[in-house]
């Protein structure tokens, strides 16, 4: 392209590359445009997913998508429940979350990812960690060899009155 700018170079050449001057800056601009749309809507969704994240984090017990969406909505009014679930699907492939299905038949959410056992409430549906049930260094294999089966993670689950369903049972 050098060679352009020699002195055997005709008008029209001139011409021609003053014309590619003034397009590339046009070019530069939409770019810039898209990116930073595309930027904005990926800060949006890590936001989103950070906060529907820290609310499973941050509940008592193991909260349902609907739960969920009406505490992720005091903070991002905006949101639909539709973006909740898109959010809590991405969480789960990823890892960062487990689903438990309770006694309502909904699926609810836990971020303890350490081996833990769940007690689950028959009457409110309420799910309760019940931690030291489960041996923490299980030897799988051992397993592999009795029934030929991979296993990949151990569910153990009670079922009964919590507490408070307890009380309210003998009064
Ligand atoms: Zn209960
Ligand atoms: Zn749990």
Known sequence: MATLLGPQQEAGEKCE???????????????????????????????QRRIVYDTILNADLHPTADWIFQE??????????????????VLRENGKIHEVVGADRKA?????????????????????DVNDVIEKDVDWRALKDLVGCEVHECNLEFRGLCPPCRRNANV
């Open 72 to 89: 992720v909505r005091t903070e991002l009014p905006q949101i639909s429940l539709a973006t909740v679930y898109r959010n809590l699907s």
């Open 108 to 128: 609810h959410y836990d971020g303890n990812l350490d081996p833990h056992a769940h007690f689950i409430c028959t009457r409110c549906s309420d799910i309760w």
């Open 17 to 47: 590359l003053a014309l590619v001057v003034i397009q590339i800056p046009k070019i530069i601009l939409v770019d810039v445009g898209v990116c930073m749309i595309m930027k904005t809507q990926r800060s949006r969704e890590t936001k």
